[in-house]
């Protein structure tokens, strides 16, 4: 699966959702080669707990004489859970809203100002909140200090209480059509049809009888673990409180820590739901253009407007700022 990023950059999906594939042009590849010693180098100072893209690769594709380059990062949403609410924050309220067109997809990326209009906190308890904001800042300032800006907070929201009636709904819907299908098996042993083409009916078969591992099985599942297995750590926050009541309540789905890295599960008793966190879009330099674009959008909305187009310190303070208002 394919879409298409609001910078127009294209980015496809893997199979089993686990990895995003970015094709970049040339000043991200020169930017990602710049960086890179330093990128690694912050990890492992880090002991890998970092909320930065976890990068897999990046690959060169030449078809035809024509070369384009392929970023490989971990998907920071599940591949498993179903994504209810969809967030892209910068702390910045300036042209920050959904489009009309963007609200009418199926998984809209919401803003800022939408975020704020939707009355919303991210509950994950003191703890992990100190965890989390901890590990932002250090992120924040490696990103400072190569004076990259820019960058956003993906946040994705799996509730759990809608994912559970979403579950029963789908149960209801598959008896129904179970009760269907008895019906037609009955209607058809009654006229002496057993409901079998002439070749199944005989009792011959074709096909090699290899069943070969779906990409989500168990094999599936081994294979990407290994090629996974140097990348950073999960950074997963569990909260007693929230999580208690989720598991006595049925609520609780099953989180792999191999692969969901970036949850962080919600402290809220009523509404319990698991937060998908990370930094996206870091290969953004402060230059020549991103100078010129904050003085026109200066001159445009005032040098008080709170405009996503500023300076890397301005832009990280104001950035961490409105995170930890958010988060509780």
Known sequence: ?????????????????????????????????????????????????????????????????????????????????????????????????????????????????????????????????????????????????????????????????????????????????????EEQEQEASCSGDDGLGAEASSGTATGSGTALAPPGGEAGQKAAAAATSGLPKPFIAENAKGATKAIEQGLWPVIDKSVDVFAVISDDEVEPKIYFMGLIDVLTLYGTRKRAAHAAKTVKHGSRAEISTVKPEQYARRFLEFISRVVE
């Open 1 to 181: 699966m394919s879409v298409k990023g609001r910078s127009g950059a294209k980015f496809y999906l893997s199979h089993d959702k686990r990895f995003m594939i970015k094709m970049i042009i040339g000043e991200e590849v020169a930017l990602m080669h710049q960086v890179l010693q330093q990128y690694h180098a912050h990890v492992v100072e880090r002991e890998a707990m970092t909320l930065l893209p976890h990068y897999v690769g990046m690959y060169r594709l030449t078809v035809e004489g024509v070369e384009s380059y392929a970023l490989i990062m971990r998907n920071v949403l599940p591949s498993n859970l179903k994504v209810h609410k969809k967030y892209d924050l910068k702390g910045s309220l300036v042209d920050r809203s959904a489009s009309e067109k963007e609200k009418a997809k199926d998984l809209p990326t919401y803003k800022d100002k939408d975020f704020i209009g939707d009355g919303l906190k991210i509950q994950v308890g003191a703890v992990a909140k100190k965890k989390l904001i901890s590990t932002l800042e250090r992120d924040v300032a490696f990103l400072t200090r190569l004076k990259l800006m820019d960058y956003s907070l993906l946040l994705g929201i799996h509730n759990c209480m809608e994912a559970q009636e979403e579950e029963e709904s789908e149960g209801e819907d598959e008896e129904a059509d179970e009760d269907v299908e």
